[in-house]
T-cell receptor, first 116, second 115 residues
């Protein structure tokens, strides 16, 4: 079964608008961490934001926020005030505590295109 | 700035000709990882080092080997590259893998072409 599901292969947004990228996850482990990475066309994976399963508040980092709904097992990334430089692939990833080595498992990604 | 560096950024090799990709880090992190990412796919973990302890993923082909001579450097050796090994190879580091919040920091990747 897929551990991380990103159902949007591609998303379009206009500059200065907000956009939500969806991510759902599947785990029976009560302790887990969720990550979002951005991958521009240059190839580098850039860490954006982290949410722990026990965190009471949604994570925020500048224009990035994570809409964490634990009961629904979703961890959507919200980008406010989109910029042209936000055009990239976005990957959601999860790490579970119950494995000996806490492997980072990635979703298939969402390609975001920001238009002027 | 502390960072993860990969050389070369682009590598072209011939079918069956051994190739080595290089990764170095100035973050002084204990753990180094190698991922393979094929076009339009998620990164796939090949192996990782915790200090000098090497850990292979079960489905990593024997064709892929790795060396970590010191904390700063890690190499990926592909002994006999096939056409299916053409991909982006990403190196990452983290302080450890015991904490849930331990973030992996990635290098810019090496794009391997096999002719």
């Amino acid at each position: 079964a897929q551990k991380i599901t990103q159902t949007q292969p591609g998303m379009f947004v206009q500059e200065k608008e907000a956009v939500t990228l969806d991510c759902t996850y599947d785990t029976s482990d009560p302790s887990y961490g969720l990550f979002w990475y951005k991958q521009p066309s240059s190839g580098e994976m850039i860490f954006l934001i982290y949410q722990g399963s026990y965190d009471q508040q949604n994570a925020t980092e500048g224009r990035y926020s994570l809409n964490f709904q634990k009961a629904r097992k979703s961890a959507n990334l919200v980008i406010s005030a989109s910029q042209l430089g936000d055009s990239a692939m976005y990957f959601c990833a999860m790490r579970e505590m119950n494995t000996g080595f806490q492997k980072l498992v990635f979703g298939t990604g969402t390609r975001l295109l920001v238009s002027p | 700035d502390a960072m993860v560096i990969q050389n070369p950024r682009y590598q072209v090799t011939q079918f069956g000709k051994p190739v080595t990709l290089s990764c170095s880090q100035t973050l002084n992190h204990n753990v180094m990882y190698w991922y393979q990412q094929k076009s339009s796919q998620a990164p796939k973990l090949l192996f990782h080092y915790y200090d000098k302890d090497f850990n292979n993923e079960a489905d990593t082909p024997d064709n892929f080997q790795s060396r970590r001579p010191n904390t700063s450097f890690c190499f990926l050796d592909i002994r006999s590259p096939g056409l299916g090994d053409a991909a982006m190879y990403l190196c990452a580091t983290s302080t450890s893998f015991s904490g849930l919040a331990d973030t992996q920091y990635f290098g810019p990747g090496t794009r391997l072409t096999v002719l």
